[in-house]
């Protein structure tokens, strides 16, 4: 079975500020693939970033960054200066080599305060 | 190029009634996944469609039901319903091949919001 699990519920913040959210996933295959979306108020989730576990190498992508231990199993996602625009829920997701459904976590819903 | 579209945006049901649920996938994509996402919950998967078969299946009643057409497009149907169907319904769409274990990138359409009375 395999389960994602995002431990904070929401998470409020000012403007500028960084901010880190957290995901916590269970497998037991050794070849997986993890997934970071944003879901704005009209609901469309939003594709961010898709990583497979043979690559442990943290990610920058502008404002983004992502940080993947195996060792903890934790796959989190980091936020730099953060603007009103970052406001949303946050899901991190997971997908295994003998599954290609996604398992989601409960989603951190994000608030940016000006 | 045309991402992930769905039909109808918003509906109203009565218990009872049955639904159909439309998703067109991005271009170039063959698979169709749909999720079901309860307020305040994660997306649930459903079920996930390649070549015109069901290929994998979540915890969901044989009320839910679906298909893919020629042209990849796909849609969802649910007999019977239950207050507890309302829901955001999300259509993802992906390239995944024959295989389908590569973990392949789903892409989201702006959903479907169900309210069952």
């Known amino acids: 079975a395999q389960k994602v699990t995002q431990a904070q519920t929401e998470i409020s913040v000012v403007e500028k500020e960084d901010v880190t959210l957290d995901c916590v996933y269970e497998?037991?295959?050794?070849?997986?693939?993890l997934f970071w979306y944003k879901q704005p108020p009209s609901g469309e989730l939003v594709f961010l970033i898709r990583?497979?576990?043979?690559?442990?190498q943290n990610e920058i992508s502008g404002r983004y960054s992502w940080n993947f231990q195996k060792s903890t199993s934790s796959f989190n996602f980091t936020i730099t200066a953060s603007q009103v625009v970052d406001s949303a829920v946050y899901f991190c997701?997971?997908?295994?080599?003998?599954?290609?459904?996604?398992?989601f976590g409960k989603g951190i819903t994000l608030s940016v305060r000006p | 190029d045309a991402g992930v579209t769905q039909s109808p945006t918003h509906l109203i049901k009565t218990r009872g009634q049955q639904v159909t649920l439309r998703c067109s996938p991005k271009?170039?994509?063959?698979?169709v996944s749909w999720y079901q996402q309860a307020l305040g919950q994660g997306p649930q998967f459903i079920f996930q469609y390649y070549e015109e078969e069901e290929r994998q299946r979540g915890n969901f009643p044989d009320r839910f039901s679906g298909h893919q057409f020629p042209n990849y497009s796909s849609e969802l149907n649910v007999n019977a319903l239950l207050l507890g169907d309302s829901a955001l319904y999300l259509c993802?769409?992906?390239?995944?091949?024959?295989?389908?274990?590569?973990?392949?990138?789903?892409?989201f359409g702006p959903g479907t919001r169900l309210l069952v009375l």
């Open positions: 497998t037991r295959d050794t070849t997986y693939y």
């Open positions: 271009s170039g994509h063959d698979t």
């Open positions: 993802a769409s992906s390239l995944e091949g024959a295989g389908g274990l590569n973990g392949e990138t789903q892409y």
């Open positions: 990583r497979n576990s043979f690559d442990e």
């Open positions: 997701a997971l997908s295994t080599g003998a599954n290609s459904k996604l398992t």
